[in-house]
Nanobody, 126 residues
């Protein structure tokens, strides 16, 4: 079992920014998809963004233009730059990875990702 290591969560005022990081320790596999999801109490895990090994990025409509996903394959690390944060962005953010190719219509489904981080909390409040 691979446990991803996340960091960068915290509390910020509306309009502020945070940068989340997630690394895959130990292994040197290439992961086709590296993604971020988020979850609030009582709700299903929600897709935020994915960056593929072929350098394409896909975002949820709710974060387009505000969040940027990037990855460093030399370190098996994925980042999420979250800007112009809103109170509705408050959630626990999880990173997830998948080794093999999957189609764009699967990006949004948590079940297709093989490994997950433990979650990092983001709170947006004045």
């Amino acid at each position: 079992q691979v446990q991803l290591v996340e960091s960068g969560g915290g509390s910020v005022e509306p309009g502020g920014s945070l940068r989340l990081s997630c690394s895959v320790p130990g292994r040197r596999f290439s992961y086709y998809g590296m993604a971020w999801f988020r979850q609030t109490p009582g709700m299903q895990r929600e897709f935020v963004a994915v960056r593929t090994y072929s350098d394409t990025s896909t975002y949820a409509d709710s974060v387009k233009g505000r969040f940027t996903i990037s990855r460093d394959d030399s370190n098996n690390t994925v980042y999420l730059q979250a800007s112009k944060l809103k109170p509705e962005d408050t959630a626990v953010y999880y990173c997830a990875v998948r080794r093999n190719y999957f189609s764009p219509d699967e990006y949004y489904e948590p079940r297709v990702y093989e490994y997950w981080g433990q979650g990092t909390r983001v709170t947006v409040s004045s």
